[in-house]
């Protein structure tokens, strides 16, 4: 299956040196929550289809980022096409599930085309953990990718998802619907401070011990408010988010 990604995706390396790179930047992050996602699906309990499921529907998570790319230019679903379901068609397509048996197909499709939702809709298991270990482990791979680019001088505009560099500034209504452990919105994304409160926020919505635990062990809390600033706001959304992890480890 890694070779029949890797194959999938040879087509798409073309283009001028960013698009090459943005498009290195979604294989190297697959194969990252394909790593994750064995390892949380290894702290648990599970059948091995359904292990095996989880491990596949990460590995397949963005496919459809490829095409939404090399289409559209951007990874931003809103100027775009919902990449989770773009994926799906792509899975479909390219007969990427042959061989393997239909209750394990069903899964791996499930969970691409719910891994982006903004919250689960109620759904019945063995699917619930596997779309739930799949949004953990894309997650835990986004934030550090997020971060670097966060830092660099020359901030890449898609994988910040179009925001403007600025220290201090960042959008209140974002911090504000955080803070009170919602998920936050994508359209308020403006500053690129607004990402590092999004992706703090993301800690309120990891499922799995295991998920804490890598967030713990890479130090990403620590990392994210490093980069904002420290306004009373900021400061209190900072000590929120610190208990809740602490309360879970």
Known sequence: HISRFKKFVRDFECGCHEDRQNIRL???HTMRVFDLAQRISTSLEMPDIVRKATCLAALYHDVGRF????????????????HALMGVKA???NNL???????????????VSLHNKKSLPPL????DTVCRIVRDSDK?????????H???PQVNSVVVMGTTPHPEKYTQQLLDEVTHKHAGDYSLLNWTNDCRILIAGW???LNFPESYSILDEKKYLSQIFKGLPKDEGCCAFEKIVMTYVQDRL
């Open 124 to 127: 019945p298991q063995p699917l």
């Open 91 to 93: 899975i479909c397509g």
């Open 140 to 148: 835990l791979d986004i934030i550090p990718v997020m971060l670097k």
């Open 26 to 28: 979604k294989i190297d």
């Open 67 to 82: 095409p939404q790319y090399a289409q559209y230019k951007t990874f931003r679903d809103k100027e775009s096409a919902n």
């Open 203 to 205: 800690v309120f919505f």
């Open 97 to 111: 599930l042959r061989g393997l048996s239909a209750p394990c197909r069903r899964l791996i499709l499930g969970a």
């Open 150 to 152: 966060l830092d660099e």
